[in-house]
């Protein structure tokens, strides 16, 4: 199993980027999908989740209104717009793959990608 994202960068605050995650060796449809995220000396957090049956959706406090999960089953990749950045959303971000239907907890999460670094200058 494989899971790569792309997409991150160097942004001003109140810029946008758009991260994605292509999976590869596993049934993507029957997988939720998530992203975490990990700024340094913090502890890995939940950021979105998207379930893979019914559409479910789910955002931290933290980031909703700003940031919209989505996945193309076609494609077998996920996405994650983010906007309105700020300098708080500065961490490694990853995606990662559950066989539970949806899932909120890093726990639950089975395959993890490397990780794209994402900062947000002041």
């Known amino acids: 199993v494989q899971l790569v994202e792309s997409g991150g960068g160097l942004v001003q605050a109140g810029g946008s980027l758009r991260l994605s995650c292509a999976a590869s060796?596993?049934?993507?449809?029957?997988?939720?999908m998530g992203w975490f995220r990990q700024a340094p000396g913090k502890e890995r957090e939940i950021v979105a989740a998207i379930s893979w049956s019914d559409g479910r959706i789910y955002y931290a406090d933290s980031v909703k209104g700003r940031f919209t999960i989505s996945r193309d089953n076609a494609k077998n990749t996920v996405n994650l717009q983010m906007s309105s950045l700020k300098p708080d959303d500065t961490a490694v971000y990853y995606c990662?793959?559950?066989?539970?239907?949806?899932?909120?907890?890093?726990?639950?999460?089975?395959?993890w990608g490397q990780g794209t670094q994402v900062t947000v200058s002041s």
């Open positions: 990662a793959a559950s066989q539970f239907t949806m899932a909120i907890k890093g726990t639950m999460y089975d395959y």
């Open positions: 060796g596993l049934s993507f449809r029957r997988y939720a």
